[in-house]
């Protein structure tokens, strides 16, 4: 699928605001892809298709959880993380993509998961540090990105759990477990 028709696919899923994070995604996922030899277009698409059910209804979200016998616990965690798992789901049934590379990226782009591909490490921190985002911490991030992706992803791991639990939330025991999965490989 070409980067047109999927960016026009997409923007009838999403708002204005989502929609040029999304853009800004694509552009990062693609340089993130050259810097550190993963495959281009897979990027390109899994970052254009990543909050692909991010404008969902949460209650169509759950449903589809409960009904397609993905991790009940997802529903016992943040409704933030609901929308990857079901957008991976929703990109193979709505949109015919069924390359397991680039749904596992989308699939896994919120929580991560400790086997994590290059590809999904690619998305991953993408999604976390295009231009568009603001907020502590994302400045280092964008620096080590620059030379080493898993540092990347380590510290961006850090930062969100350690922003979970300042604000007494749950994380995700995947969460947990791809930072520790990530710490062992260092």
């Given at each position: 699928m070409e980067q047109k028709e999927a960016l026009e696919i997409v923007r009838k899923q999403l708002h204005d605001k989502r929609y040029v994070h999304t853009i800004g995604v694509m552009e990062t996922a693609i340089q993130l892809a050259r810097r550190f030899g993963a495959d281009e277009k897979?990027?390109?698409l899994a970052a254009i298709f990543h909050d692909y059910a991010k404008c969902r209804p949460i209650r169509e979200m759950q449903e589809i959880i409960e009904r397609e016998n993905m991790p009940k616990d997802l529903l016992d965690?943040?409704?933030e993380l609901w929308h990857a798992p079901v957008g991976a789901y929703l990109v193979?049934?709505?949109v015919g993509i069924y390359d397991k590379d680039i749904l596992q990226a989308i699939a896994y782009?919120?929580?991560g998961h400790t086997e994590m591909t290059l590809l999904d490490k690619v998305v991953w921190v993408a999604d976390y540090i295009e231009p568009g985002r603001q907020f502590p911490g994302v400045e280092q991030v964008?620096?080590?990105a620059k030379q080493?992706?898993?540092?990347a992803l380590l510290q961006a791991l850090k930062n969100t759990i350690t922003?979970?639990?300042q604000k007494n939330q749950r994380v995700y025991p995947l969460t947990f477990h791809?930072?520790?999965a990530l710490l062992k490989e260092e």
């Open positions: 897979k990027a390109e965690h943040n409704k193979q049934e709505e782009h919120t929580s964008r620096e080590l080493d992706l898993d540092a922003y979970l639990l791809t930072y520790n």
